[in-house]
């Protein structure tokens, strides 16, 4: 039987940060003083005791580790931090019953597809875009429902499925990022005559056509300039086309830093 001296940590690196690689760990940073840490340290140990190595609990004292403590920013105890793939995925501050505390995991614990999911944004984000979209359509396999997979697997399939996009998200259009995806797909689906007679119509077109070949700047030229001339056509298209281009960029991306003060001076 597991006792809570074995949970607590000899080697942080070792026991949270290279384990959370393998299963989420769950880090109770604690202290004999602390009134609220005796309640909610039991608890903590048993649910560990009852997850059977789903997860796995690791305790810091914080009067014997205090650079770890410090170098986690903890202020204040108790603190529980969940790491996942070695980062921290959530955490919760003071002290709370076990309902509480059951239902705190069961909705922060990464499932399969979540795990999935996660390991394939970072394969996407790598290059590596053929193996993180196997990994996303694995996670859908799993859980159909899981929202950022879609999304994500919808970013991708944009380019050369745009009415797959449609199907895959329309469940989903309530959310922002999967709208705006929508929105990209739903227009890159469009053929010319799809568009309406108007002073920015090829302007729009012209940013369409850049936008198919994934040259961001070029679409963002077309479309800001598009606005300058006729900005309530089709409800704001050009505009409503740019905002999803930065979102799918990112805002930290190059072309949107280069792009993001043309765009608001088009505005006004």
């Not at 909705?107 to 875009?129: D, R, V, Y």
């Not at 499925?161 to 890159?188: F, H, K, R």
């Not at 040259?215 to 409800?235: R, S, T």
Request: with cysteine; aromatic share 8%; charged share 30%.
């Amino acid at each position: 039987m597991v006792t809570a001296t074995e949970f607590e940590v000899r080697d942080f690196n070792k026991d949270v940060i290279e384990a959370s690689q393998e299963v989420p760990v769950l880090v109770d940073f604690w202290a004999e003083w602390c009134g609220p840490c005796k309640f909610i340290g039991p608890i903590v140990e048993k649910l560990a005791m009852e997850a059977n190595g789903k997860w796995k609990l690791v305790k810091v004292n914080t009067e014997e580790n205090p650079a770890l403590a410090a170098e986690w920013g903890i202020r204040g105890i108790p603190n529980l931090k969940l790491f996942f793939k070695g980062e921290v995925i959530d955490e919760v501050a003071g002290a709370m019953p076990e309902h509480d505390m059951r239902k705190w995991l069961e909705q922060k614990l990464p499932s399969k597809a979540k795990t999935l999911t996660m390991e394939a944004a970072k394969l996407l984000e790598q290059g590596h875009i053929e193996e993180g979209i196997g990994k996303l359509e694995e996670a859908l396999q799993e859980d159909e429902s899981l929202a950022q997979a879609r999304i994500l697997l919808a970013g991708q399939k944009i380019w050369s499925a745009p009415e797959e996009v449609i199907e895959l998200l329309q469940s989903y259009s309530y959310l922002e990022q999967a709208a705006e995806i929508m929105l990209l797909a739903d227009t890159l689906a469009r053929k010319y005559e799809d568009f309406p007679a108007g002073k920015s119509r090829d302007l729009v077109w012209q940013g369409v056509e850049a936008l198919r070949k994934r040259d961001f700047a070029g679409a963002l030229e077309a479309l800001i300039k598009a606005i300058m001339i006729d900005k309530p056509y089709m409800d704001e298209l050009a505009r409503r086309l740019v905002i999803a281009i930065f979102h799918y960029l990112g805002e930290s991306h190059e072309i949107t830093r280069a792009y993001r003060r043309k765009f608001d001076m088009a505005l006004y």
